[in-house]
């Protein structure tokens, strides 16, 4: 009786019967989504784990095969650099050829200068506006270039196939340096290629995914190629035509300086009849200039006169207003004399400022006129001095006769214009 006491006396929850149900209806709903979230993850799971099995396997594959298409370009610019790294070896060993034959044509040059030079230098003692850089000065020139020039333009081009060697092989070196970095590379790439998942030697590597410093884009590696190899064939161009003007220049020397005599002679004559034109012009200037000045002074003296004449009409016309201004009262009228009396000074004043005016127009033109004769003077000193020197470099010139072309000259050049064809033609089979 004391135990039921007890137990009753204890407080216990008590839940309806619906509590009961709902709980159990609760705890086996919740046990069916949580299953079927399970079976939802297991299958998403299984689909990731195929997904990233499948895109790891292209990944790869296409990688390989990206590698193996960049392993192919690699090896396309490679041939492209081999091929014009040996034509620009062909190119400078025929330059070299070229230059050694410009070389030996300059050491069998030795013509006479005295003569042009000597008219160069009398023609450099002309003075002021008379050391004209006229054609016949440039014949000369081109006779002393012709002649003794002929060294200098041979030489010229010896220098400048020596330059042009240095060029090329810059050049070259170039397209070395880019044809071992392309090797290396494709070394690189195969190596990469021929890895994979089995490989012993793959690891981690700490920040793979970095852009390494200096990187390029591919149509900048491109273009790099593209621009050492139009280089090498714009040199190579460029090489190739100074071999042909070294040829035509060996060839045409010769021929070049009878043709250069008779033009720089041809020249002089013609000069020698400008000047004398030029100074008969300048006579004839010279007289009618002094009959200008003359001239002018007259008029300078009859305007000078003029001015003179105006003075005392001047003076009249102002004594009169003044003495009228001592008119009483109202006889200080503005009448038709006061008009006229002051415009008649204002007629007069400009007058004399005009004839003033005209007549520092007159000094000028014949301090002009002055300063222009005593110019045309000097230039007539200028124009004999030239005259005379130039006639004497026709006297000297006198002296001048075309040498006879020997037969080892002949030989030589036969030799040089054979050797010049042969080596354009090879160049173009080559």
């Given at each position: 009786?004391?135990?039921?006491?007890?137990?009753?006396?204890?407080?216990?929850?008590?839940?309806?019967?619906?509590?009961?149900?709902?709980?159990?209806h609760?705890?086996?709903?919740?046990a069916?989504?949580?299953?079927?979230?399970?079976?939802?993850?297991?299958?998403?799971?299984?689909?990731?784990?195929?997904?990233?099995?499948?895109?790891?396997?292209?990944g790869?594959?296409?990688?390989?095969t990206?590698?193996?298409?960049?392993?192919?370009?690699?090896?396309?610019?490679?041939?492209t650099?081999?091929?014009?790294?040996?034509?620009?070896?062909?190119?400078?060993?025929?330059?070299?050829?070229?230059?050694?034959?410009?070389?030996?044509?300059?050491?069998?040059?030795?013509?006479?200068?005295?003569?042009?030079?000597?008219?160069?230098?009398?023609?450099?003692?002309?003075?002021?506006?008379?050391?004209?850089?006229?054609?016949?000065?440039?014949?000369?020139?081109?006779?002393?270039?012709?002649?003794?020039?002929?060294?200098?333009?041979?030489?010229?081009?010896?220098?400048?196939?020596?330059?042009?060697?240095?060029?090329?092989?810059?050049?070259?070196?170039?397209?070395?340096?880019?044809?071992?970095?392309?090797?290396?590379?494709?070394?690189?790439?195969?190596?990469?290629?021929?890895?994979?998942?089995?490989?012993?030697?793959?690891?981690?590597?700490?920040?793979?995914t970095?852009?390494?410093?200096?990187?390029?884009?591919?149509?900048?590696?491109?273009?790099?190629?593209?621009?050492n190899?139009q280089?090498?064939?714009?040199?190579?161009?460029?090489?190739?035509?100074?071999?042909?003007?070294?040829?035509?220049?060996?060839?045409?020397?010769d021929?070049?300086?009878?043709?250069?005599?008779?033009?720089?002679e041809?020249?002089l004559?013609?000069?020698?009849?400008?000047?004398?034109?030029?100074?008969?012009?300048h006579?004839?200037?010279?007289?009618?200039?002094?009959?200008?000045?003359?001239?002018?002074?007259?008029?300078?003296?009859?305007?000078?006169?003029?001015?003179?004449?105006?003075?005392?009409?001047?003076?009249?016309?102002?004594?009169?207003?003044?003495?009228?201004?001592?008119?009483?009262?109202?006889?200080?009228?503005?009448?038709?004399?006061?008009?006229?009396?002051?415009?008649?000074?204002?007629?007069?004043?400009?007058?004399?400022?005009?004839?003033?005016?005209?007549?520092?127009d007159?000094?000028?033109?014949?301090?002009?006129?002055?300063?222009?004769?005593?110019?045309?003077?000097?230039?007539?000193?200028?124009?004999?001095n030239?005259?005379?020197?130039?006639?004497?470099?026709?006297?000297?010139?006198?002296?001048?006769?075309?040498?006879?072309?020997?037969?080892?000259?002949?030989?030589?050049?036969?030799?040089?214009t054979?050797?010049?064809?042969?080596?354009?033609?090879?160049?173009?089979?080559?």
């Open positions: 009786m004391s135990i039921s006491t007890d137990v009753a006396s204890k407080p216990v929850t008590h839940y309806a019967p619906s509590d009961w149900h709902t709980n159990n609760l705890l086996s709903t919740n069916e989504k949580l299953r079927e979230n399970s079976h939802s993850q297991r299958q998403q799971a299984r689909h990731l784990r195929n997904e990233t099995d499948n895109r790891t396997s292209w790869i594959h296409d990688n390989t990206r590698l193996s298409n960049r392993i192919d370009d690699i090896e396309n610019w490679r041939q650099l081999e091929r014009t790294l040996k034509d620009i070896d062909e190119e400078i060993s025929k330059l070299t050829a070229d230059k050694d034959l410009a070389e030996k044509a300059l050491e069998a040059k030795a013509l006479p200068l005295d003569v042009a030079i000597e008219c160069l230098t009398y023609r450099d003692s002309r003075r002021s506006i008379d050391v004209v850089d006229d054609k016949a000065n440039s014949e000369l020139q081109k006779e002393v270039v012709v002649i003794d020039g002929i060294k200098e333009e041979l030489q010229a081009k010896i220098s400048a196939a020596f330059e042009q060697l240095c060029v090329l092989q810059e050049a070259r070196q170039q397209l070395a340096a880019d044809l071992r970095h392309k090797t290396e590379a494709k070394k690189i790439d195969t190596y990469c290629h021929d890895l994979s998942i089995n490989s012993p030697d793959i690891c981690y590597q700490p920040n793979s970095r852009t390494p410093k200096g990187s390029v884009t591919p149509q900048t590696w491109e273009d790099f190629s593209r621009y190899k280089r090498a064939d714009a040199e190579m161009t460029s090489s190739n035509r100074l071999r042909e003007a070294i040829h035509s220049t060996i060839a045409q020397t021929n070049d300086l009878e043709a250069q005599r008779q033009a720089s041809f020249a004559r013609k000069r020698i009849h400008e000047m004398k034109s030029a100074k008969v012009e006579e004839w200037q010279k007289k009618n200039t002094e009959e200008e000045i003359k001239e002018m002074e007259n008029d300078i003296r009859n305007l000078e006169q003029s001015i003179r004449d105006k003075e005392n009409p001047l003076k009249l016309a102002m004594t009169r207003l003044e003495n009228r201004t001592y008119r009483p009262n109202v006889e200080l009228c503005r009448d038709n004399a006061q008009y006229g009396l002051v415009n008649e000074v204002h007629e007069i004043q400009d007058s004399m400022k005009a004839l003033k005016n005209k007549l520092k007159a000094h000028n033109a014949r301090d002009a006129l002055e300063k222009q004769l005593y110019r045309i003077n000097q230039d007539l000193e200028l124009k004999n030239s005259l005379d020197l130039d006639n004497k470099c026709m006297q000297d010139r006198q002296r001048l006769t075309t040498p006879a072309v020997s037969q080892t000259t002949k030989n030589l050049a036969t030799f040089s054979d050797r010049a064809l042969y080596t354009a033609k090879s160049s173009l089979y080559a």
